[in-house]
């Protein structure tokens, strides 16, 4: 029988060299590029919509098809100037690395599976830790992103804190409701894990927050009061380890004292703010990390890995088996030492796991943990540019201080006595669609901001000056 999918090595490499000159011409033309090309759903399903294709075709064409409409209409969030979100900008060595990642399709879901994937997942593991300054003695995994690692450390904070088997009898044999806390500011996926564990989002206690959006000790510590008192189980505090919206820190050292004192898990959100553990700048903001009983961080965000790699970290990874450990006959080790019988799964919720940890590994041993620490340290170093021309401009105002990489402020010419939130909301309408800068928006209070997030290293302080020449141009011409 004849291979119908064989391609010869010689068109493999043909292909490769194709697709990598495309890459290269496509970090090349960045900066160039609008970020956003503007269009419709209409307009691109209607260049790529078609009947199933029963025939194939040839490689070069899909490439043209890739750049001509699929590159074209992305939203090119390695720009300089795409502040939006939270969004890693993704490296060439990663992109190559993906493509290696490709050719072995190794599936991490233990060691048998993949022996030298396995390995290399624990010991970028431990570097991550490194960088945090979390013990090494600690289990982790990689993780889809941030919102699965908040939701694995909270299913090991379930487990640990029940006192009865949750997994097996479910929240309700503990008699009691679970309560959970977290500032405001806190992001939405620990509502939404808290949902999806059967802990119930309504017994997530959102904490006021301080002038600086900072968890408010006091409010934390008299709601945990009256939980207990009113008969419920609090089991769990979260800390933001920088806030989506301003990039605000909570005080980790006494929020883990207050965790101590009444005996609840720990769990530190540091899907944004972890690797600005590298920058000089803000090492001291993770001086206590190691006392939270888990950490959720996002390597696909400021360490400017692709999409598709959160991590979580359990400082004792007894109570993660506890949540998640499961036997299957087709899954069971046989004839393998302890070591090789290690299995992802035990630890995570996932069983078929992609190989996160080569892009992680390729690209820590490639540029290093001083050059990664320069970069983020550069971004830090263009928000607080940003603050400090905002300051001294007349007709912007900063809405929250730039605490990491996040800004948030608004247009406020002197004199205007119209609807500011309405003026801003527009101006980002503009903005987004105008392609030089990318904003993406949050509520301060009850004020409209626009927000960027510097985490980029082909960012600079030009590009911080020109953002405001953008919001400037926009506004002449509303
Ligand atoms: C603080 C924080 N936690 C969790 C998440 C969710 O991360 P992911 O988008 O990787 O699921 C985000 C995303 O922006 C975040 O900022």
New binding site residues.
Partial sequence: MSDPLAIPPGEIRAMGRAALERVAAYYEGLPERRVVEPTTSQAIREQLDEPLPQAGASFESLLDTFDQVIARYSRHNGHPRFFG??SSPGTPVTAVGSMLAGALNANLTCWRSAPAGTELEHTTINWLKEMLGYPREAAGLYTS????A?LAALAAARSAKAGVNVVQEGTAATGKRMCLYVSREG?F?IRKAAGLLGLGEANVREIATDPQLRIDLADLEREIEQDRAAGHLPFCVVA?A???GTGSFDPIAEMADLARRYGLWFHV?A??GAFAALAPSARHLFEHIGEADSV?L?P?KWLFLPVGC?CVLYRDPAPAMAAFAHDAEYTRPIGFGRNESFAFWDYGPELSRPFRALDIWLLIKFAGTARLGEAIEQNIACAKHFESLVAVSGDFEMLAPVQLSIFCFRYAPKGYSGDLNALNEQLLVRLQRGGSTYLSNAKIGDRFALRGCVLNYRTTMRDMEIVLEDVRRAAAAI
């Fill in positions: 979100y939270i992103g941030g919102s699965m908040n992001h996926s933001n920088g806030t989506t959100d899907a944004y959720a996002d696909h959160g």
